[in-house]
């Protein structure tokens, strides 16, 4: 999955574990959408950062070799729900959730996407046997590396598209979004509060001084 098909499924995995009542509290689903999408929106940066400013790729960058290390970790997902604990909070808690619900639909996408249709990339394995998908999933703990995705430009994602799983993914994210009433009422009320009153709500007079 790239973007909507995170968000989408990811809602979907997420929402029964939460009341309406609590879904429907301001800004919640916004959190739990940003969590869906949050390891992508640290690794990505993070990668291809490096690498534009490097001008390496993949291995070259060392540790940092794909576009999937820290925020694809479960070290990162128990520091988000330590995190919400802790602090008591209602969003972190959407954001741990949102987060774990990426994890698993990139690790299960790939899997069955793989197995169907090949990988883009070689699977790569450590000395023991272990893949590195599975040595990034649980670092530092089973190794201190991460698989080697060599991507050369941002520009490269799009290629996923291509691919047929990735593709109905996405589509199907879409769907869902679309289709959910907590979503759509979501965004009706942001544009409401946002967008209309912003727009035609009377300016506010000076007062003399």
Not at 68 to 85: D, E, M, N, P, S
Not at 92 to 107: K, N, P, Q, R, S
Request: hydrophobic share 45%.
């Amino acid at each position: 999955m790239i973007f909507f098909g995170h968000l989408g499924f990811g809602l979907q995995i997420a929402k029964p574990l939460f009341r309406h009542d609590e879904l429907k509290k301001k800004r919640a689903v916004g959190f739990l959408l940003l969590g869906c999408v949050l390891p992508d929106l640290i690794d990505k940066p993070l990668y291809h950062g490096l690498s534009w400013i490097t001008g390496k790729s993949g291995a070259e960058l060392g540790l940092i070799s794909t576009t999937r290390t820290f925020g694809h970790t479960l070290v990162f997902l128990f520091l988000l729900f330590v995190l919400a604990r802790w602090r008591k909070s209602p969003a972190l808690l959407m954001i741990a959730v949102g987060t774990a619900t990426h994890l698993f639909v990139d690790h299960v996408g790939d899997t069955i996407g793989h197995a169907i249709f090949g990988s883009p990339f070689p699977t790569q394995y450590d000395e023991h046997g272990i893949s590195l998908n599975i040595v990034g999933l649980f670092w530092p703990f089973l190794g201190n590396r991460f698989p080697v995705f060599p991507f050369e430009h941002i520009m490269q994602h799009f290629d996923f598209f291509r691919r047929p799983h990735i593709a109905v993914g996405e589509v199907l994210g879409l769907i869902f979004l679309w289709k959910d009433r907590v979503v759509r009422q979501t965004v009706r009320q942001w544009i409401k509060e946002r967008l209309w009153k912003r727009a035609y709500s009377p300016p506010r007079s000076k007062s003399s001084g």
